[in-house]
């Protein structure tokens, strides 16, 4: 499945499915970028980063990759898990902009 | 070791009343933030601190002010709350100035009626 930031924020996926979640972000001179998760009822919780001298990063089962010509993120889960359900926020710095987020709901 | 935690967790209030918001960090974070959410925005800063003695304006400072008591404690205060101030309000902190990975606490939500 994919979503595109705010167009599309809501992405239902099958357990075991890899999912993607896409954020554009608007300022060209941002230099550090996060992925936050937030699960419902509490604070978000950081993900992954990356730098703009960097295309992609690998975590446990995320992978971000930076598209810094079309000032796009994106955020790929492999084999998503119920736990994985919550709302994924990007965050550009150093200005702190936050999206408004992707919810992703995983159907057993 | 508890990271950052904030009171109250729930808050209603009348249009005009004042209240302070407080959160305190145990993991010797310089820099700390309040955030306020919005169903559909996304987080917007309100104010930030990037170290103790410092404060600065975020996106949406107006109606609020803080006080960075000391490294530990940020409070986040509504001198005349207003309807549009209800909100889920976040506090963070960061151990690097501005823009590291931020340790969220769990909010307070607050509604002005």
């Known amino acids: 499945g994919e979503s595109v930031g705010l167009h599309l924020p809501t992405l239902s996926v099958q357990e075991g499915d890899n999912s993607i979640i896409n954020c554009a972000y608007s300022n060209s001179a941002s230099d550090y970028f996060i992925w936050y998760k937030q699960e419902s009822g509490k604070g978000p919780q950081f993900i992954i980063d990356?730098?703009?001298?960097?295309d992609k990063r690998q975590g446990q089962r995320v992978t971000v990759l930076l598209n810094k010509t079309v000032k796009h993120l994106s955020l790929q889960i492999a084999a998503t898990q119920p736990g994985d359900s919550a709302v994924y926020f990007c965050?550009?710095?150093?200005?702190?902009?936050f999206g408004a987020g992707t919810r992703l709901t995983v159907k057993p | 070791n508890a990271g950052v935690t904030q009171t109250p967790k729930f808050q209603v209030l009348k249009t005009g009343q004042s209240m302070t918001l407080q959160c305190a960090q145990d993991m010797n974070h310089n820099s700390m933030y309040w955030y306020r959410q919005d169903p559909g925005m996304g987080l917007r800063l309100i104010y930030y601190?990037?170290?103790?003695?410092?404060?600065d304006k975020g996106e949406v400072p107006n109606g609020y002010n803080v006080s960075r008591l000391n490294k530990r404690e940020f409070s986040l205060r509504l001198e005349s709350a207003a309807p549009s101030q209800t909100s889920v309000y976040f506090c963070a902190s960061s151990g690097q100035r501005l823009s590291y990975e931020q340790y969220f606490g769990p909010g307070t939500r607050l509604t002005v009626t």
């Open positions: 990356i730098r703009s001298n960097m």
């Open positions: 601190s990037a170290s103790e003695g410092t404060t």
């Open positions: 965050a550009e710095n150093p200005d702190m902009r």
